[in-house]
């Protein structure tokens, strides 16, 4: 079992900044990736950025050099750096772990608005 926490969201104006943090406890040691998604309202749930295990790291399109996710590994903890927001970045943002054994577990999410 992995459970993972989500924090730092809010409501920022269009150019700001926000960080968001995903902390993981329970079996971390079987986690081979981390990924935050995010869902607009009436959007489906769509991947921003993830970073594995051994360090790679992949964007959405949309996020490409405003957004940067890294590790903690002496915290697990995953972080996601949010630079020059803007208006259609507002959602849901949820982080997920995926494992060694194929599962994926999901953090109860947190709520980033971007006012313009």
């Known amino acids: 079992q992995v459970q993972l926490v989500e924090s730092g969201g809010g409501l920022v104006q269009a150019g700001g900044s926000l960080r968001l943090s995903c902390a993981a406890s329970?079996?971390?040691?079987?986690?081979?990736?981390t990924g935050w998604y995010r869902q607009a309202p009436g959007k489906q749930r769509e991947l921003v950025a993830i970073?594995?295990?051994?360090?790679?790291?992949n964007y959405a399109d949309s996020v490409k050099g405003r957004f940067t996710i890294s590790r903690d590994n002496a915290k697990n903890t995953v972080y996601l750096q949010m630079n020059s927001l803007k208006p259609e970045d507002t959602g849901v943002y949820y982080c997920?772990?995926?494992?060694?054994?194929?599962?994926?577990?999901w953090g109860q999410g947190t709520q980033v608005t971007v006012s313009s």
């Open positions: 997920n772990g995926e494992t060694i054994w194929r599962r994926h577990y």
């Open positions: 970073i594995t295990s051994g360090g790679s790291t």
């Open positions: 329970g079996s971390i040691f079987s986690i081979t990736a």
